[in-house]
Structure formats: C-alpha cells, structure tokens
C-alpha cells in the first residue's frame, strides 16, 4: 500500500478532529503533502470518520488523478491544491466546522483576533475571515487561499475553517487554537467585555519564539 504512514496520520487526526467536536462525522477533509513523491494523501468523501481504515485514504497526483484508494476523494478537493500549488511552505491542511470559529464567518468581521499566548503560538497574527464562495468551487478554493495570505489559515464566510502547517500536527493545532480563541471571544463579549486583542507584534514575536523551538 503507497504511503501507508501519511495515510494513517489522515485517519488518526480525523478521529482526533470528530472526537474535538471540530466537525459532524462524514463532514470536513484532511490532506498531506508527500514531498518524495509529489503525491497528496487526501480523505475520501462521506465516509464515518471511526469507520476509515488507512486503505481508504486517497492517494493523488498534483492533477487531481486517482493512484490509489477505494473511495472517491473529498468534493472539497480544489481547497486543498490550491494551498498546495501556491504555497510551497505547505504540507498539510485541515477544513473542519468548528461552531465556534464558524460564527465569526456569519457576523460580518473581517478577521477574529488572537487574544490568547497559546494562540499565538499556533497562528501568528489575527485570522481573517474570507468572502463567501459555494462549497467545491474553484471559486471558494480562490477566495480563500487569497485571504490566508502566507498565515496559517482563514475562517470562511458561512462555512468553516482552513489551516495549514509544514505538518499535519501543525496545521490541526492551528484549528485547535483557532477554536479556542473563537470560544474565549464569545464567552468575554457575553460578558459585556471589551475585547483586547494581544499586541500585533507581541504576536508575531510569540510565533517565532514557538517555531524556531519546536521546528514549525
């Protein structure tokens, strides 16, 4: 079986994310890079996240074409290569439906801020929020591969998140950061509280400070 490690990475850090409650089971996609080969180790569609064993996990070429796997490939396919072909700094990617997250991308903000040390670590800077595009598009994959820019990721209008890492564990610890500082936001603003967010730079120091200790 090709990449039969990669392929169980996807599997395990699916369960990870359906047990986090990031997504509905079936729902959401994960991919990784292969930087020997150039293949893309991708989920399939629809299949119950505890249900997937590492055969079931795609396995494609930068065309989009089939090597291997039992399933048809996530319709959210384009998201993914477009990070892939635009950001050579990539090497995972995760898009979940964390409700938390979410809500920032149905309030008209532009961008949810990093509020926490922890989340700063794993995004770096304020986490925009990207226009709407309809789920599977060329469109959607555009707008927000457009709106991450060269951070870790974007939360998409009306839909849900995308981070990406020079690992799998990276990029789902993004989603993770994400979450929670989606969550904190909600919980001091129903608190009358005026959000502040952390010094911009304070930021950007901290996320250097983590990537040079722990090598991404």
């Not at 996240?49 to 048809?72: A, L, T």
């Not at 319709?75 to 050579?88: G, N």
């Not at 927000?144 to 998409?156: L, N, Q, R, Y």
């Not at 608190?191 to 996320?207: H, K, N, Q, W, Y």
Request: glycine letters at 8%; a negative charge; hydrophobic letters at 40%.
């Amino acid at each position: 079986m090709l990449l039969q490690e990669l392929r169980q990475q996807v599997v395990e850090y699916g369960c990870k994310m359906f047990d986090a409650k990031l997504v509905r089971d079936g729902q959401g996609n994960i991919s990784v890079l292969d930087e020997e080969s150039g293949y893309i180790v991708i989920t399939p569609t629809t299949i119950p996240y505890y249900s997937r064993k590492p055969e079931d996990i795609c396995v494609i070429d930068q065309n989009r074409q089939m090597i291997e796997g039992r399933f048809p490939y996530t319709t959210e396919i384009a998201l993914h290569m477009v990070f892939y072909k635009q950001r050579k700094d990539v090497r995972a990617v995760v898009h979940s439906h964390p409700l938390n997250s979410t809500a920032f991308g149905v309030i008209g903000e532009s961008e949810m801020p990093v509020v926490l040390n922890e989340a700063a670590f794993h995004l770096g800077a304020a986490l925009p929020v990207a226009s709407y595009g309809r789920p599977g598009t060329e469109e959607l994959a555009n707008i927000t591969v457009e709106a991450a820019g060269e951070g870790v990721g974007a939360i998409m209008a009306h839909h849900g998140l995308v981070t990406v890492g020079v690992s799998l564990k990276s990029a789902f610890d993004a989603t993770l950061a994400a979450e929670d500082t989606a969550r904190v936001v909600i919980l001091a603003r129903s608190m009358s509280g005026i959000v502040v967010p952390m010094d911009a730079e304070e930021t950007s120091a901290l996320r250097e400070i983590y990537v040079k200790k722990c090598g991404f």
